[in-house]
């Protein structure tokens, strides 16, 4: 069993040991502040390891876009019927990603792969997953999509970015940032947040280049348990 846990200052990393060992959780996922460099080394000790650093922007007031696709695309909300087509997007876009999972040389790639194509599929399916999907597509094929997730009364996430590996290099990740803050816009929401890890730098320098601006960080471990 995998279980997820966040720490912060004045938490306590032996009684999330103990109670992770009480359930028989045999992955434990922590996400702690990078500020937290005490935890970080507590977690080290009980043999957590460090696999990703995970950047979060922001932008306090989204913008309004009305840039056009270049020829052949068009962007659209998703339903429920694209589920099973986005989950094969999903799998090929993140194939061998270098996040957390893939870092961590205990689980399979191809389970890897398919915690992201199957996240996709269920944004489309269950509101407490994303609250709206946006596809591009060209010649009805999904070339890539966002999921977005209402965190606040006054704020979204933009959570899951993707771009089909034969669609890339042609500005679409820039077009769903802004198609995002758009959607937000039009629902009444006015501030976005994202995040990636931190070796992302092509898509944090589009972030920039839209005005958002870096606001915290986290450290990724995975502890197993025997």
Not at 60 to 67: F, I, N
Not at 90 to 95: L, S, V
Not at 173 to 183: G, I, V
Not at 195 to 212: E, M, P
Request: proline residues 1%; charged residues 25%.
């Amino acid at each position: 069993m995998t279980a997820k846990a966040s720490l912060k200052g004045g938490d306590s990393v032996l009684e999330l040991m103990k109670k992770s060992k009480r359930d028989q959780i045999k992955l434990l996922i922590v996400r702690v502040p990078t500020s937290q460099l005490d935890i970080t080394t507590q977690l080290e000790a009980e043999g957590a390891f460090i696999v990703d650093t995970l950047v979060y922007y922001a932008k306090s007031k989204a913008d309004w876009y009305s840039d056009q696709l270049i020829d052949g695309y068009i962007v659209r909300l998703a339903k429920f019927e694209d589920a099973n087509r986005l989950e094969d997007i999903a799998y090929e876009t993140f194939k061998d990603y270098k996040g957390h999972y893939h870092a961590d040389d205990n689980l399979k790639k191809t389970d890897c792969n398919q915690v992201y194509s199957s996240w996709a599929a269920n944004s489309c399916k269950e509101q407490d997953v994303a609250d709206a999907v946006l596809l591009i597509e060209k010649d009805d094929e999904i070339a890539a999509f966002a999921t977005i997730k209402v965190k606040h009364k006054n704020e979204i996430e933009g959570v899951l970015y993707g771009v089909s590996p034969v669609h890339r290099h042609q500005g679409l990740h820039l077009h769903l940032m802004k198609a995002s803050q758009n959607w937000a816009i039009t629902n009444g929401y006015s501030r976005m947040i994202t995040s990636t890890q931190i070796t992302n730098i092509a898509v944090q320098k589009n972030w920039i280049r839209l005005g958002f601006e870096l606001e915290s960080s986290f450290y990724t471990f995975h502890k197993w348990f025997d």
